[in-house]
């Protein structure tokens, strides 16, 4: 920022800063930064999440804004397997105490490897490396001294993309030599209870390519699953954070995907909502309130509740109407939940808690049918809305007639229950300043007031 000095009071004059990117480099409009210059970016959708927002617009790269820079949120690409091998001057005697393997014993030996982000979150599993197979009999090392050995491990490990800061590797235990009784039985363990990786060592940087393991399976970490990890979904529509869950919808299908608690860019696999009932339409909104997340289309509600521990569970609300701008949804005090539909402005009460209470729809809109009927419906993904505490009241922008911008807002006072009309200018967002002022602040295509 720069401070003016010239009438002799110290104000700012440049108060913005450039956003940069993880490398440094200003976004500037080129194709690393943007993939379509044509797409609507009224269509961007935000989410906080802890410290830091999540910005998504279907096109460009999911991001996260952390106050300084922005980088891509989670990964989208699978580490390549790594290559583990022995060699005989890494073996080591049973006194020791360390290496891998059993002592005289046949040991057979699988890993993995997952990149991590400065925000402690992980990429999907890679492939499991090529079995590495090794003999700590005293006959299996010729021309040693008669004794029981174990054995070091090399293992190559891949480096990950841009915004990688460590790399964690995961190890089977030994896959051979299942002890039944006084026999052992020489099956593979995967045969028995699948692929099972636990947790080994992480790496603390993205450049060494090369890691030595010697530790036994009785210090290996805690079992992690290639379930358990997925990468951040594309083509992510809309954004909503409930239960310290961070839930998304595509453009493309009626599915909701939600990630691991507390992990909010990393999405397993069979975490989703499949929606794709009798309404086809798409996901419009997502919209977190009291006990529920409640999921819009056009022609559709629904109910996503419960919690991480004890898992999420869903259910359809209605499929008589819906919403057709996500921004217009807002929880209005002592009102309820207040949408946009396709023929009004309709408010949910008594559907989002767990009290019993019947649920009802009521058209907020019915004392301006004639306005309405004007809006402009096709451009409703630009509408915008915010609560004005100061005034009690519940702001909506709408594009009138034959507009493309919003350039109407109708004001619902929600302490009288009336609706009243401003018409001054275009507006294309609203903000309400969360400090003790409580400034609303309009923002049109080419000025602010």
Same mark, same amino acid.
């Given at each position: 920022?720069?401070?003016?000095?010239?009438?002799?009071?110290?104000?700012?004059?440049?108060?913005?800063?450039?956003?940069?990117?993880?490398?440094?480099?200003?976004?500037?409009?080129?194709?690393?930064?943007?993939?379509?210059?044509?797409?609507?970016?009224?269509?961007?959708?935000?989410?906080?999440?802890? @410290?830091?927002?999540? #910005?998504?617009?279907?096109? =460009?790269?999911?991001?996260?804004?952390?106050?300084?820079?922005?980088?891509?949120?989670?990964?989208?690409?699978?580490?390549?397997?790594?290559?583990?091998?022995?060699?005989?001057?890494?073996?080591?005697?049973?006194?020791?105490?360390?290496?891998?393997?059993?002592?005289?014993?046949?040991?057979?030996?699988?890993? #993995?490897?997952?990149?991590?982000?400065?925000?402690?979150?992980?990429?999907?599993?890679?492939?499991?490396?090529?079995?590495?197979?090794?003999?700590?009999?005293?006959?299996?090392?010729?021309?040693?001294?008669?004794?029981?050995?174990?054995?070091?491990?090399?293992?190559?490990?891949?480096?990950?993309?841009?915004?990688?800061?460590?790399? +964690?590797?995961? +190890?089977?235990?030994?896959?051979?030599?299942?002890?039944?009784?006084?026999?052992?039985?020489?099956?593979?363990?995967?045969?028995?209870?699948?692929?099972?990786?636990?947790?080994? =060592?992480?790496?603390?940087?993205?450049?060494?390519?090369?890691?030595?393991?010697?530790?036994?399976?009785? =210090?290996?970490?805690?079992?992690?699953?290639?379930?358990?990890?997925?990468?951040?979904?594309?083509?992510?529509?809309?954004?909503?954070?409930?239960?310290?869950?961070?839930?998304?919808?595509?453009?493309?299908?009626?599915?909701?995907?939600?990630?691991?608690?507390?992990?909010?860019?990393?999405?397993?696999?069979?975490?989703?909502?499949?929606?794709?009932?009798?309404?086809?339409?798409?996901?419009?909104?997502?919209?977190?309130?009291?006990?529920?997340?409640?999921?819009?289309?056009?022609?559709?509600?629904?109910?996503?509740?419960?919690?991480?521990?004890q898992g999420f569970f869903g259910q359809t609300l209605s499929t008589d109407m819906g919403c057709i701008s996500?921004?217009s949804i807002r929880d209005v005090p002592g009102v309820g939940l207040v949408f946009l539909s396709s023929d009004?402005?309709?408010?949910?009460?008594?559907?989002?808690?767990?009290?019993?209470?019947?649920?009802? @729809?009521?058209?907020?809109?019915?004392?301006?049918?004639?306005?309405?009927?004007?809006?402009?419906?096709?451009?409703?993904?630009?509408?915008?809305?915010?609560?004005?505490?100061?005034? +009690?009241?519940?702001?909506?922008?709408?594009? #009138?007639?034959?507009?493309?911008?919003?350039?109407?807002?109708?004001?619902?006072?929600?302490?009288?229950?009336?609706?009243?009309?401003?018409?001054?200018?275009?507006?294309?967002?609203? #903000?309400?300043?969360? =400090?003790?002022?409580?400034?609303?602040?309009?923002?049109?295509?080419?000025?602010?007031v």
């Open positions: 920022s720069k401070a003016n000095t010239t009438s002799g009071q110290l104000s700012v004059t440049e108060p913005r800063s450039s956003m940069m990117f993880i490398d440094a480099e200003a976004f500037d409009g080129t194709a690393k930064t943007r993939a379509c210059q044509g797409e609507d970016v009224a269509k961007t959708s935000f989410a906080v999440f802890g @410290s830091n927002l999540y #910005i998504v617009n279907t096109v =460009d790269l999911p991001l996260v804004f952390d106050g300084r820079k922005c980088s891509r949120a989670g990964f989208n690409t699978q580490p390549s397997a790594p290559f583990a091998s022995t060699n005989t001057k890494t073996e080591i005697q049973k006194t020791s105490f360390v290496g891998v393997g059993y002592e005289d014993s046949d040991n057979a030996y699988q890993y #993995i490897v997952t990149f991590l982000n400065e925000r402690g979150q992980e990429s999907r599993m890679s492939r499991a490396s090529s079995t590495i197979s090794f003999d700590t009999t005293a006959t299996g090392l010729s021309g040693q001294v008669a004794a029981t050995y174990k054995q070091f491990v090399i293992v190559d490990i891949p480096t990950g993309p841009l915004g990688t800061v460590a790399r +964690r590797i995961y +190890r089977s235990q030994n896959m051979v030599n299942f002890i039944q009784g006084t026999n052992v039985v020489t099956l593979p363990k995967d045969t028995l209870l699948g692929k099972e990786f636990y947790f080994l =060592d992480e790496v603390q940087d993205n450049v060494c390519k090369t890691f030595i393991d010697g530790l036994s399976d009785l =210090d290996l970490g805690a079992l992690s699953l290639p379930q358990d990890f997925g990468d951040f979904p594309s083509n992510v529509a809309h954004l909503a954070v409930y239960k310290n869950t961070l839930f998304v919808a595509d453009d493309q299908t009626s599915e909701v995907r939600y990630s691991r608690a507390l992990f909010p860019e990393m999405f397993p696999p069979d975490n989703v909502f499949n929606l794709s009932d009798n309404q086809t339409n798409l996901i419009t909104g997502l919209y977190p309130t009291r006990d529920s997340l409640v999921v819009f289309k056009q022609r559709g509600i629904y109910l996503i509740k419960g919690n991480p521990a996500p921004q009004g402005v309709y408010v949910l009460d008594g559907t989002l808690t767990n009290t019993g209470q019947q649920t009802r @729809s009521i058209k907020l809109s019915q004392g301006i049918g004639d306005l309405f009927a004007r809006v402009n419906i096709e451009f409703a993904h630009k509408f915008r809305s915010v609560l004005y505490h100061k005034d +009690r009241e519940y702001w909506l922008s709408v594009a #009138i007639d034959d507009k493309t911008t919003p350039d109407t807002i109708l004001k619902f006072s929600y302490e009288v229950g009336a609706w009243s009309v401003y018409t001054s200018l275009e507006v294309s967002g609203m #903000i309400e300043v969360q =400090d003790h002022r409580g400034y609303l602040i309009l923002a049109g295509a080419s000025q602010s």
